[in-house]
């Protein structure tokens, strides 16, 4: 049972559009959100967060909503930068379990083209 | 370089061989993870420590894995009876947390050991 779904596994975009990555969870009981860009042959790297009692978190070209009721989380990327192509991991945990379990997605591979 | 280092980067091993990683955590940093990820999906949890403690284990951490970080650094994980099904990427984490204080939930990862089991 997938706790947590990225629907998209690729996504193409132009540089300078906005890039729109998409999850959803499904259980009401993850209070907190983050997403993770994963280069080649790295680890993952944090990009962004946000908890359930915010419904929007911006930083930099790097914003992340979060819709509660639909259970739902988004991030958008504007502008975009070739740079930016990696692929996206969302990532859902209960502040209960103090962050220590991440329940990731699937992943969305952003290319984004000059 | 201060970030969380894997060794080996990747590990070739036949069937039934026993293979061990190793991860250096961010020397600061109190919690270290272990995940594991296979093709074209994401990290799965294995298990964490908080310093030396091992405190949960995935059920995907069957009797073969075994992990430890005896002196709340450095942390190893071992596969005993390597089976095809274990080939992944093993990944591992560290964090700070501090209890009372607000964290953010940034796990810092390392570059991961691949493993490939013939």
């Known amino acids: 049972d997938q706790q947590v779904k990225q629907n998209s596994p690729s996504l193409s975009v132009q540089e300078g559009r906005i890039s729109i990555l998409n999850c959803d969870y499904t259980?009401?009981?993850?209070?907190?959100f983050l997403w993770y860009k994963k280069y080649p042959a790295e680890g993952p790297t944090f990009l962004i967060s946000?908890?359930?009692?915010?419904d929007k978190n911006e930083d930099g070209r790097f914003t992340v909503f979060l819709n509660k009721s639909a259970k739902h989380l988004s991030l958008h990327i504007v502008p975009s930068q070739p740079g930016d192509s990696a692929v996206y991991f969302c990532?859902?945990?209960?502040?209960?379990?103090?962050?220590?379990?991440?329940?990731f997605g699937t992943g969305t591979r952003l290319l984004v083209s000059p | 370089d201060t970030g969380v280092s894997q060794d080996p980067r990747h590990k070739i091993t036949k069937r039934g061989q026993n293979v061990t990683f190793r991860c250096d955590p961010i020397?600061?940093?109190?919690?270290l993870y272990w995940y594991r990820q296979t093709l074209g999906q994401g990290p799965e949890f294995l298990t964490y420590?908080?310093?030396?403690?091992?405190?949960?284990k995935s059920r995907l951490l069957s009797d073969r894995f075994s992990a430890e970080r005896p002196k709340g650094s450095f942390s190893t994980l071992e596969i005993q009876r390597t089976e095809q099904g274990d080939s992944a990427m093993y990944l591992c984490?560290?964090?700070?947390?501090?209890?009372?204080?607000?964290?953010?939930?940034?796990?810092?990862f390392g570059e991961g050991s691949r493993l490939t089991v013939l």
């Open positions: 984490a560290s964090s700070l947390v501090l209890a009372g204080t607000s964290n953010t939930g940034e796990l810092f």
């Open positions: 259980n009401s009981m993850f209070d907190y």
């Open positions: 946000i908890s359930s009692i915010k």
């Open positions: 990532a859902i945990c209960s502040l209960n379990t103090g962050f220590q379990k991440l329940v």
């Open positions: 020397s600061e940093h109190n919690r």
């Open positions: 420590f908080q310093n030396e403690a091992q405190l949960e």
